[in-house]
């Protein structure tokens, strides 16, 4: 019998390796096999679970075995259960009057043969066995019962592990696929905002670029990241003269500057650029985001309605004052024809009423100008070619240009588009502007102007470039205003730009400057194509 019963453990060992025991149904063949194996009339099988005690209990050779689960308030303060606690292997006599969660019906119980389950210092659970002759339990099936158990164990401790992996894994998977989404939607957010970010080491190494930004170099963002933001985005081989951000990597502020850009054409695109502190765990600052907004419409449109503001308010004035300032310049030039016929003989008495004369032409010049910035008149629009506007002003101007030894360099676009135009104010606009750039050639060597024309579908541009002293930029945003000249004394009343200015509106375009200190000044006049609205 004793080797029909070492053959039966072998065989249950086998199965034990080779099944998982945590499945009910594997359990019970478990307790009918080692039941079986001993002779027992019953037996359990115990697995000790966090929140109770699983039982698969066979009560009698003639029942199945069926599983049961007891509250851990249940097992663990029955004698039983303390038994099972403390390891202790080996026979136990069965009391009557001590309760049994074995339930065993119809079968008196005599005796309890309990074999704990342990792996690694863990108790797992344990097997009972029912009714088994202790004079027949030899020291051989001591040890048969124990290395079952110890296989018992070790195949419930390694499927416990496997499974805590599987459940381990698959809540990796599942938070590997949740970082992936949100990282997808973050790279998404990131790459729609029609701003330009990139973010930056302390190194000034590009760890993230969108592809607003990346578009302006014309590179994949995968091909600037790592690569210094200073080399990678603007072709610099040290940090750019003007950049902030080392005030937000080093001293945790936030920035904000802006930056003008010149462009092919000769145009400028204006960004304000902002950089954030980016910290680490320990609260400190590791890296930065830079944001770059291109705000050259914003300021365009800005300025412009600064302008029409300021100039709706100049023109009240204008328009009351002029009369008053009229009447007596009329009294005084006509006086003063009467006075130079009379004094025709006395030269130098002459010589005065000609300063008053000038004097009174020159105040009214500007009242001229003054009622013409005020005057709410409707051009006379007609079809114009905008070069022969150009050639005619620049006939005017020919003496000036030749007499300063400036050179003009003339580039019309041939096929320029013909717009619905007032031809006289156009050309009033090009010698206010020449007039302008030949001015501005004081105690300058390189004299040179440069006139291009050019189209797109919807408008005609004329630039008018020249190399003179420039416009400091504290100065730049006021040129338009009445009144306002950079213009030495007695050099320039102020309202000629405010004219070009409200010419150019009347005509439904836009005229912009840009200007370098020492490098010269760029007009851009830009003029729509279909005839513009009334306005005033």
């Known amino acids: 019998m004793s080797r029909q019963r070492q053959a039966l453990l072998f065989d249950l060992i086998t199965q034990i390796c ?64 303390e038994k099972i606690l403390k390891q202790q292997c080996g026979f136990i006599s069965a009391n009557p009057h001590e309760p049994s969660w074995f339930e065993v019906e119809n079968v008196p119980l005599h005796t309890l043969y309990i074999q704990p389950l342990s792996w690694d210092e863990e108790l797992l659970g344990a097997i009972s066995l029912f009714n088994i002759q202790e004079k027949n339990f030899t020291e051989r099936d001591q040890e048969l019962i124990n290395k079952l158990a110890i296989w018992t164990a070790k195949a419930i401790s390694q499927q416990r592990r496997l499974n805590q992996l599987k459940i381990e894994n698959a809540n990796l998977e599942v ?19 029609p701003v330009s970010m990139y973010v930056i080491d302390r190194k000034y190494n590009l760890i993230a670029v969108n592809m607003d930004r990346a578009k302006r170099v014309d590179r994949p963002p995968n091909e600037l990241v790592g690569r210094r933001c200073y080399e990678a985005l603007y072709n610099y081989d040290d940090v750019c003269p003007d950049c902030k951000v080392i005030e937000s990597l080093f001293g945790g502020k936030t920035t904000h500057r802006t930056k003008r850009e010149w462009q092919k054409d000769d145009q400028t695109l204006e960004w304000e650029i902002s950089t954030y502190p980016i910290y680490d765990e320990a609260k400190r600052v590791a890296q930065a985001i830079i944001f770059e907004q291109d705000v050259t419409e914003k300021r365009r449109l800005e300025a412009s309605l600064a302008q029409s503001e300021k100039l709706a308010a100049v023109g009240q004035l204008a328009a009351g004052l002029a009369h008053e300032i009229n009447n007596p310049l009329t009294a005084i030039i006509a006086n003063t024809q009467l006075l130079q016929r009379e004094l025709k003989d006395d030269a130098d008495k002459l010589e005065l009423v000609d300063l008053i004369a000038r004097a009174g032409q020159r105040a009214a010049q500007v009242v001229r100008n003054l009622l013409d910035l005020a005057r709410k008149e409707e051009y006379l629009f007609e079809p114009t070619d905008v070069n022969q506007t ?20 003339y580039e019309p676009d041939e096929g320029l588009p013909q717009i619905m135009a007032s031809q006289d104010r156009l050309q009033g606009v090009w010698v206010n502007l020449l007039a302008n750039a030949i001015d501005s050639f004081d105690d300058v060597e390189q004299r040179q102007i440069r006139i291009t024309t050019s189209a ?81």
């Open 18 to 81: 080779q099944e998982n025991l945590e499945v009910a149904s594997l359990q019970e063949d478990f307790v009918e096999k080692i039941c079986h194996a001993f002779q027992a009339e019953g037996g359990a099988f115990l697995l000790i679970r966090p929140s109770g005690l699983e039982q698969t209990l066979k009560t009698s050779p003639k029942t199945k075995p069926y599983w049961s689960f007891l509250a851990d308030a249940n097992w663990q303060s029955h004698p039983l259960g």
């Open 390 to 409: 150009l050639n005619r002003a620049i006939s005017l101007m020919q003496h000036e240009l030749v007499s300063r030894s400036i050179q003009l360099i």
């Open 175 to 193: 938070n590997q696929w949740q970082l992936l989404r949100s990282r997808n939607i973050l790279r998404a957010l990131f790459d729609s905002v």
């Open 456 to 536: 797109t579908a919807t408008e005609v541009r004329v630039v008018v470039m020249d190399t003179g002293k420039g416009i400091p930029p504290e100065k730049l945003s006021r040129i338009f205003e009445p009144f306002y000249t950079t213009k030495a004394p007695g050099k320039g009343t102020g309202l000629g730009l405010s004219l070009c200015h409200r010419i150019v509106k009347q005509h439904g375009g836009s005229i912009h400057v840009d200007s370098q200190v020492g490098v010269g000044t760029i007009f851009t006049v830009s003029l729509p194509i279909q005839a513009p609205e009334p306005s005033t």
